[in-house]
């Protein structure tokens, strides 16, 4: 996966996620240090109730990548409209960008 690339087809989500460390939350949440991370747990974002539902999945690398794919199958009722990404390269490359945004990056497994 290549994290330049990733940060490119992100481009395609940062109208409604912001990424800087302590950054606000926009119409989405703000996705620092994402990877890992319980679902529906950053203070100030008022979550849907299906995203709320997933506590039990955290945001490993393949419940991101599922969830990625297609928003509306992996948390029906989400409010998020994105429709997700086709290409599974996309996917690898979003996802790689988003490990790189954390103080100390998940390890690859």
Known sequence: A??????????????????AKGGKNGIGPNLWNIVNRVPATV????????VRGLKDKPWNYANLNAFLTKPK???????????GLKKDSDRANVIAYL???????????
Do not use: E, I, Q, W
């Open 99 to 109: 490990r790189s945004l954390s103080d100390s990056p998940a390890a690859l497994k």
């Open 73 to 83: 199958d992996y948390a029906k009722g989400t409010k998020m409209t994105f429709v």
């Open 43 to 50: 203070d100030g974002f008022k979550f849907s109730t299906a």
């Open 2 to 19: 290549d994290t330049a690339r990733g940060k490119r087809v992100f481009n395609k989500c940062k109208a409604c996620h912001s990424t």
